[in-house]
């Protein structure tokens, strides 16, 4: 049982917090083309963040990297 505890405290000490409002933050991670994304979204004062790796990026860099990568699937809705 103690093991049980230790784990579940080691998950309590890895939670994000935000710096604007101290809370908790949630985290959605991505893989596009091989590069790991993540956006850090705080659900109290609505502070985004994106990061590739350790490294904080602007959204705008991480949408254009988005729209510079060639389509792998797109369907035509006007078709149907």
Not at 6 to 29: F, K, P, S, W
Not at 64 to 70: E, G, Y
């Amino acid at each position: 049982m103690k093991q049980h505890t230790d784990h579940r405290r080691a998950q309590e000490t890895d939670v994000l917090q935000c710096t604007a409002c101290g809370d908790a933050l949630v985290e959605i991670n991505l893989l596009i083309d091989g590069e790991q994304l993540t956006m850090r979204s705080c659900s109290i004062c609505d502070t985004r963040s994106w990061h590739r790796g350790d490294t904080e990026v602007d959204l705008g860099g991480v949408l254009a990297d988005l729209s510079s990568t060639r389509t792998r699937y797109r369907r035509d809705l006007a078709s149907r």
